[in-house]
C-alpha cells in the first residue's frame, strides 16, 4: 500500500531535549515536506527536500533541521525544543514538486513542556 | 507577499444543503490552485486541483473554477452529505514544482442529518 508513515504518532518532551521524528515513503517520490498546523494558523512549511542531498527552508524553518540522506526517508530534527513548537507535524511526498498531488502522513502531535 | 484566504468558519449545513467555501489569493504570477480536505484524526489529501485559467477541478461531487480576473478559486458542493463533515484548505503552488505550496488557514464543515 502506497503510503506516507511518521513516527511517533504522540511525543510528549521537555525543553531541551533533542528529539526526531521519522518520515518515511514507499512511492519512490522526489519531493518530501514538512508542515505545522496550529489552530487559526493553517498549515506552514518548515523544510523541503527537492531529491536526496537537496533540501531547502520553507516559511517557518527557526528551530528545526532535516536531511535527506536517502530517497523515502526525511527525518525532522528539533535539536532543543522549546514550548512554542507544541503542534500537529505532517510529513507529505509527491512525485516531483509542490504542483504534484501531496500525500500526507498521519501527523505526529508533540507536546514540549 | 503571496498569501491565501480562505472564509472563516466553523461552517455548519443540513444535509443535501449548498456549500460554498470561498478562496481568494495575492497574484503575483500563475500560481497553481488546490484544494485539500482533512477529515478527523487523518492527514490531508487532495480533494481537487486545477491547472490554467478557467479550468475547472472537479471530485466527489465538489467543484472549482480557477479565476485569474477576480483571482479565486471557490469550492462548491451541490448537495452536501454528513460525511463530507472536515476541515476544507485551500492552497496554492507560487513559482512552478520548486515553489512552495502555500495553504489557507482552513474552514471547518460540519453537516448535520
Known amino acids: 500500500e502506497a503510503q506516507v508513515t511518521q513516527n511517533p504518532r504522540y511525543l510528549i518532551t521537555v525543553t531541551g531535549k533533542k528529539l526526531t521524528v521519522t518520515c518515511s515513503q514507499n512511492m519512490n517520490h522526489e519531493y518530501m515536506s514538512w508542515y505545522r498546523q496550529d489552530p487559526g494558523l493553517g498549515l506552514r512549511q518548515i523544510y523541503y527536500s527537492m531529491n536526496v542531498e537537496v533540501t531547502d527552508k520553507g516559511d517557518v524553518p527557526e528551530g528545526y533541521k532535516v536531511s535527506r540522506k536517502e530517497k523515502r526517508n526525511f527525518p525532522l530534527i528539533l535539536e532543543s525544543p522549546s514550548p512554542n513548537q507544541t503542534s500537529l507535524y505532517f510529513c507529505?511526498?509527491?512525485?516531483?514538486?509542490?504542483?504534484?498531488?501531496?500525500?500526507f502522513g498521519p501527523g505526529t502531535r508533540l507536546t514540549v513542556l | 507577499g503571496n498569501s491565501v484566504t480562505q472564509m472563516e468558519g466553523p461552517v455548519t449545513l443540513s444535509e443535501e444543503a449548498f456549500l460554498t467555501i470561498n478562496c481568494t489569493y495575492t497574484a503575483t504570477g500563475y500560481p497553481s490552485p488546490f484544494w485539500y480536505v482533512q477529515y478527523p484524526g487523518e492527514g490531508l489529501q487532495l480533494l481537487l486541483k486545477a491547472t490554467k485559467a478557467d479550468d475547472k477541478g472537479s471530485n466527489k461531487g465538489f467543484e472549482a473554477t480557477y479565476r485569474k480576473e477576480t483571482t479565486s478559486f471557490h469550492l462548491e458542493k451541490g448537495s452536501v452529505q454528513v460525511s463530507d463533515s472536515a476541515v476544507y484548505f485551500c492552497a496554492l503552488v507560487y513559482g512552478g514544482s520548486q515553489g512552495n505550496l502555500i495553504f489557507g488557514k482552513g474552514t471547518k464543515l460540519s453537516v448535520k442529518p
Open positions: 507529505a511526498s509527491s512525485s516531483m514538486g509542490s504542483t504534484d498531488t501531496q500525500y
